[in-house]
């Protein structure tokens, strides 16, 4: 039956009358794109003095940017892994001039930019006042120079971390391997400097430790011998200085590479040297391949257009344990960052052959050290055979229960 167009009327608007056929669709507005994350950005701040030009041609000159060059691999590489984790990082360089500010002055001064991560390739004492004066606002101080054992000891500081290994670990290194070759009968010559004298204090700890035996300990005064330009009186009277000792291996204390490099094959009679010249502890080489290690050595290479020092090392692993360290928490809180330091979850793949971490009780950085002649890896600290509780990586240098640190 057929409505009239009133009733029908009435009809839809009781609801009635059925469903109304659809009529053409509206419009819909399109979607607002869902909002992209912005990248966690990460800046991290690099303390170094430039290393002058030398007066005269110099092979074995130091680079002008060692240190640093390293920490901006460090940064390329960060940001190569950022890309896929949303990441950036940033490198804040501050080369320490002569007459201008101090490094605590420089490090307060990026803290107050927010930097929160320093890398310092600088002396203990620096480390330590830049480590008290950034404290408060909790920066975390990264030690990639110095060796000092004081700083895993009565000085440590709980913000600092240490890349670069201590005299420990680098005599240790050593001594193992001496150990391994049997040869324990030792020469130690000091140089004149404080330096050469704490060098020479932690061979004689790593003797007692691995059944070494001092059969003599003699200071040198003969002056930069292996500085000077041509011959001179001194020379031979130096060669008479190794008269009468017996010993399996003369040990070199001159960590300013003033001296040490005269003494192989100046020795009356025929016997390696080792110690900071010679047969030597480091953390990196050029001649080091292994592991990945030289794509490591091409990538920098091509970077900083020269061959990859222990320093450029220590400053690239630091700026990568950052790196890792925020990729693993996805934040880069610096209380977090240096709790997570030291958790057992935490390891850096560093070219090493094993992954590297650190020890909660002085913030070292636990590593293997190769022991090098200048022209070759001779071999790999630990050496085979020692063992313990933990890792076998802890038998270099102090362990816990011989630490005097207490941090503050």
């Known amino acids: 039956m057929r409505l009239p167009t009133r009733t ?10 059925g469903p109304v056929p659809p009529g053409p669709a509206r419009a819909q507005e399109p979607a607002a794109p869902p909002a992209q994350p912005q990248a966690l950005e990460t800046r991290i701040g690099v303390l170094y003095r430039p290393q002058a030009v030398p007066a005269s041609y110099d092979a074995e000159a130091v680079p002008e940017d060692e240190g640093v060059a390293g920490a901006r691999m460090g940064i390329q590489d960060n940001n190569t892994t950022g890309r896929f984790t949303k990441q950036t990082y940033a490198l804040d360089e501050v080369a320490l001039a002569e ?5 605590v002055e420089a490090a307060k001064g990026l803290v107050a930019k927010g930097v929160k991560y320093l890398v310092l390739a600088l002396p203990a004492a620096e480390v330590l006042a830049v480590s008290d004066a950034v404290r408060a606002d909790g920066a975390v101080v990264f030690n990639a120079a110095a060796p000092d054992d004081a700083l895993r000891g009565a000085e440590c500081r709980g913000n600092v971390f240490h890349i670069v290994p201590s005299r420990a670990m680098l005599t240790d290194a050593l001594a193992q391997f001496l150990t391994f070759m049997r040869w324990r009968k030792l020469f130690l010559i000091v140089g004149p400097n404080e330096a050469d004298r704490l060098y020479a204090e932690a061979w004689k700890n790593s003797a007692r430790k691995f059944a070494l035996k001092i059969q003599a300990e003699k200071p040198w005064t003969f002056g930069p011998l292996a500085r000077a330009r041509g011959d001179t009186p001194t020379r031979a009277e130096a060669m008479v200085f190794t008269r009468g000792i017996d010993y399996d291996m003369a040990i070199v204390a001159d960590e300013a590479n003033d001296w040490g490099d005269y003494v192989p094959y100046k020795t009356v009679d025929p016997r390696p040297v080792g110690g900071t010249q010679g047969l030597i502890a480091t953390t990196w080489h050029p001649t080091l391949e292994t592991w990945g290690a030289a794509q490591a050595q091409n990538r920098f290479r091509r970077l900083a257009g020269r061959l990859m020092r222990p320093l450029d090392y220590q400053a690239w692993a630091a700026v990568r ?3 890792d360290a925020v990729t693993a928490r996805k934040t880069n809180d610096p209380a977090s960052i240096a709790a997570f330091l030291v958790d057992p979850a935490f390891s850096l793949p560093a070219y090493k052959g094993v992954s590297l971490s650190f020890r909660p009780w002085d913030h070292q950085l636990r590593q293997p050290l190769i022991i090098v002649q200048p022209k070759a890896v001779v071999s790999v600290a630990p050496e085979q055979g020692y063992q313990h509780q933990r890792t076998v990586l802890d038998t270099l240098g102090l362990d816990q229960p011989e630490t005097a640190c207490k941090f503050r």
């Open 8 to 17: 029908l009327l009435a009809a839809l608007a009781l609801g009635l009358a």
């Open 321 to 323: 344990a950052v790196g």
């Open 99 to 103: 007459g201008g500010p101090s490094a």
